[in-house]
């Protein structure tokens, strides 16, 4: 047994940052009140969820009023994209096969109310090109949705040079920001987007809370009705203690990026190079350098990715086949499989995802334990592959 967990799955999601915490706490017994009350107890809440509102208008360059409050990641997707497609009736949209399911299923969904979506093509390493973007626009073209960062493979798109293209064009374009709100600049006039994604539970802060970025002009029809709440967007009581905390967490990310950035890409380097060159038949998925300084998705051939994590799990390191949020799929990673690997080769592969607490110590520890996991399962294995690509 280690001395202490291992936790290597920040991308599925992130312990709450003691800092967050305390900013919260208050808001949970103490400053209860609903924001859309007159009296004190409601005004003290409202006064909180405007100084929250302000902090990430400052964060991610906006103004205020762009800002929606979500239940999370998935929500804000639904709406900027439901949103868009409702409002305009009909139309064409173009995304990736790549996407996070959140943006894959509403498409589907929207295509059996009969809007046509393109879903474009990868290169090897997860990248969409700009130049495959501009090829598939069309005169209906109502919107395009490109994720910012990968949530399995971590790497990068050339979201600023897309928007650029479609700012001139004049078509709207959204970008799930979720993995990248900690790790990567998202100032929307920079990124030229019209429509960003972030989620709580990716930067440290409370579960159950998400941002939609919506550029003053873009009309969303809404997904829920009720009170008015969030522009008319998204009725209901407002999560108080949890926009707090995604505020803080935000903040406290954007402010030490460039530092935990660089902290990061050391020790992601070292645990790949340790596993390259320690095991056999083992190769990174994703862009060598245009990826997340945390994500580290490695195959290793003819062993299954679940027995991996379970042998981990067995020594209290936590880590991940995949997307955590369809991880009770038996079917391969449509990630892996749009870059190119055969099943058994993506079968094998585990996503180390590193955090704020990783040290050098738990990345040495890793390398000295797994080499021989892979080594057993191997022996077991009735596998021997040679080509991993289709």
Do not use: W
Not at 39 to 51: C, F, I, N, V, W
């Amino acid at each position: 047994m280690t001395k202490k967990e291992i936790y290597l799955d920040h991308a599925s999601t992130t312990y709450l940052d003691e800092e967050v915490f305390k900013e919260m706490e208050p808001y949970f017994s103490k400053n209860y009140g609903n924001p859309g009350s007159l009296h004190y107890k409601g005004l003290e809440s409202k006064e909180a969820l405007d100084m929250s509102r302000e902090k990430v208008a400052k964060l991610v360059g906006s103004d205020v009023e762009e800002l929606v409050f979500t239940s999370g990641g998935t929500e804000s997707i639904n709406l900027a994209i439901k949103g868009v497609a409702l409002t305009k009736g009909k139309g064409h949209i173009i995304t990736t096969t790549v996407e996070h399911p959140a943006v894959l299923e509403t498409c589907r969904f929207l295509e059996k109310k009969g809007f046509k979506v393109t879903y474009l093509d990868v290169d090897k390493d997860g990248i969409v090109s700009v130049k495959e973007v501009e090829k598939a626009l069309r005169k209906d073209t109502i919107l395009v949705s490109i994720i910012y960062a990968n949530n399995e493979i971590g790497t990068i798109n050339p979201v600023a040079k897309i928007g650029r293209v479609l700012r001139k064009k004049g078509i709207l374009f959204h970008t799930d920001a979720c993995q990248a709100g900690g790790a990567l600049n998202i100032n929307v006039k920079d990124l030229d987007v019209d429509l960003m994604t972030l989620n709580g539970s990716k930067i440290y802060g409370p579960k159950g809370i998400g941002l939609l970025y919506v550029k003053k002009g873009v009309k969303l029809e809404p997904l829920i009705h009720g009170g008015g709440q969030e522009n008319g967007l998204i009725s209901g009581t407002e999560n108080i203690p949890g926009i707090i905390g995604f505020a803080k967490a935000l903040e406290l990310g954007q402010q030490k990026r460039e530092e935990e950035n660089g902290r990061l890409v050391e020790l992601r380097d070292r645990l790949v190079t340790g596993v390259l060159e320690k095991i056999s038949k083992t190769f990174l998925n994703g862009h060598p350098t245009e990826r997340l300084p945390n994500n580290a998705n490695i195959s290793f051939l003819d062993v299954e990715g679940e027995s991996i994590l379970l042998h981990l799990n067995e020594k209290e390191i936590y880590v991940s086949t995949g997307s955590a949020c369809s991880s009770k799929e038996l079917e391969i990673s449509h990630v892996l499989n749009a870059i190119g690997l055969k099943a058994d080769a993506a079968h094998g592969s585990i996503r180390f995802s590193l955090g704020k607490r990783t040290t050098k110590g738990d990345i040495d520890y890793v390398l000295k334990v797994l080499p021989g996991i892979i080594e057993s399962l191997r022996r077991l294995s009735p596998v021997h592959l040679e080509e991993v690509r289709k």
